[in-house]
């Protein structure tokens, strides 16, 4: 069955740096044959799109993580990876790796970030 699972959360001071892997199985194909995206979910707040890496390779970036956030793919690994730079308190959430088949959305459970000031 198709299952993603994601590491490298954990708790990290502002300022600091933390990387991200999505770890992907399942797939009769490679996943550079998808779209792959990162959300957070920080307490008391919506589900938002952090970055987007096409099928095509171009990346997409939330106007707030531009420069800091740098999506990217092994597509040999089947991992796709969020390097997550000069972090803020406000970069706390819950992070979650996605992709969409059609009209099936498939999700991991998520990694917890916690950045202290």
């Known amino acids: 069955q198709v ?13 600091g740096s933390l990387r991200l892997s999505c770890a992907a199985s399942g797939f009769i194909f490679g996943i550079n044959a998808m779209d792959w995206d990162w959300y957070r979910q920080g307490e008391g707040n919506e589900r938002e799109l952090v970055a987007r890496i096409t099928s095509g390779g171009s990346t997409n970036y939330a ?25 803020k308190p406000e970069d706390t959430a819950v992070y979650y790796c996605h992709t969409q088949i059609h009209i099936m959305n498939y999700w991991g459970k998520g990694t917890l ?3 202290s000031s």
């Not at 299952?3 to 300022?15: D, F």
């Not at 707030?64 to 990876?81: C, D, E, K, P």
Request: no cysteine.
């Open 113 to 115: 970030v916690t950045v």
């Open 3 to 15: 299952q993603l699972v994601e590491s490298g959360g954990g708790l990290v001071q502002a300022g």
């Open 63 to 87: 106007d707030s993580l531009m420069g800091r956030f740098t999506i990217s793919r092994n597509n040999a690994q089947n991992t796709v990876y969020l390097q997550m730079n000069s972090l």
